[in-house]
């Protein structure tokens, strides 16, 4: 563009960029929250009573 015209529509397509950067943080954070509780709730005893593998087998499109 040229350097006269304003730069309102760099700062609304930025402003958009930042809006979905942070629901993409908010996801990452629910799904790192998630996997936290897996972990947390592992006792380490054998794949046959394993939380996790059970949760990921389970688990629908959207992770455990």
Sequence with gaps: QAPTQPCEPAMRIADRYLTE?????????ALKARFRA???????????????????????DNGP
């Design 38 to 60: 897996l972990i947390d709730q592992c006792s380490g005893n054998r794949v046959e009573t394993c939380t996790i593998l059970k949760a990921l087998h389970d688990g629908d």
């Design 21 to 29: 950067i942070d629901r993409q943080i908010g996801e990452l954070t």
